[in-house]
Antibody, heavy 123, light 106 residues
Framework: QVQLVESGGGVVHPGRSLRLSCVASGFTFNSYPMHWVRQAPGKGLEWVTLISYDGSKKSFADSVKGRFTISRDNSKNTLFLQMNSLRIEDTAVYYC????????????????WGQGTLVTVSS | DIQMTQSPSSLSASVGDRVTITCRASQSLSSYLNWYQQKLEKAPKLLIHATSSLQSGFPSRFSGSGSGTHFTLTISSLHPEDFATYYCQQGYSTPWTFGQGTKVEI
């Protein structure tokens, strides 16, 4: 079955960097667009970024543009989120999620999610 | 960016009640509107894709409808396991945006 397992979260000081990973299994990873979505404690869902199935298209929320980058290694079935210049307001659980529609730029929705990894930005 | 407005933000209902949640978009989405269910801040689950396509694993008491800028999620008869937070999300254009969520409580 489809599984997405995030890792790399932790506590970090403002201004520092962190790299999240998401290992996928149970489906043809290189056929699907992938997303990162976050949820601050007690708050709603916020879409962060996406990468198309082949890595050719990327898009970012305004709140992270210029600070976060997304990438994928299709040979290792792994999605990455590089987070630089972290701010206190980046504190959240970060989920990776699979786009619904294969071979598409964005997938139109997300049908499988990981369990999330908590990133805490604090001085 | 497309703004998504969900209403109500919370509601209290009883088992057996019919529940309707509304989502309005700031511009037309065609049918690119999804609904997610989230329990106790576990990972959300895709409930309805593309306005009305009920995902496997969810019972037929859940339904979605709408088009353009106005969409609804209906639970025809509330079951105890349906108490959760529901989010709409537009997949029409990036940046994707979610509604603020509707918490369905007993």
């Amino acid at each position: 079955q489809v599984q997405l397992v995030e890792s790399g979260g932790g506590v970090v000081h403002p201004g520092r960097s962190l790299r999240l990973s998401c290992v996928a299994s149970g489906f043809t990873f290189n056929s699907y667009p992938m997303h990162w979505v976050r949820q601050a404690p007690g708050k709603g869902l916020e879409w962060v970024t996406l990468i198309s199935y082949d890595g050719s298209k990327k898009s970012f929320a305004d709140s992270v543009k210029g600070r976060f980058t997304i990438s994928r290694d299709n040979s290792k079935n792994t999605l990455f989120l590089q987070m630089n210049s972290l701010r206190i307001e980046d504190t959240a659980v970060y989920y990776c999620a699979r786009g619904v529609i294969p071979y598409s730029a964005a997938g139109s929705g997300t049908d499988h999610w990981g369990q999330g990894t908590l990133v805490t930005v604090s001085s | 960016d497309i703004q998504m407005t969900q209403s109500p933000s919370s509601l209290s209902a009883s088992v057996g009640d019919r529940v309707t949640i509304t989502c309005r978009a700031s511009q037309s989405l065609s049918s690119y509107l999804n609904w997610y269910q989230q329990k106790l801040e576990k990972a959300p689950k895709l409930l309805i894709h593309a306005t009305s396509s009920l995902q496997s694993g969810f019972p037929s008491r859940f339904s979605g409808s709408g088009s353009g800028t106005h969409f609804t999620l209906t639970i025809s008869s509330l079951h105890p396991e349906d108490f959760a937070t529901y989010y709409c999300q537009q997949g029409y254009s990036t940046p994707w945006t979610f509604g603020q969520g509707t918490k369905v409580e007993i």
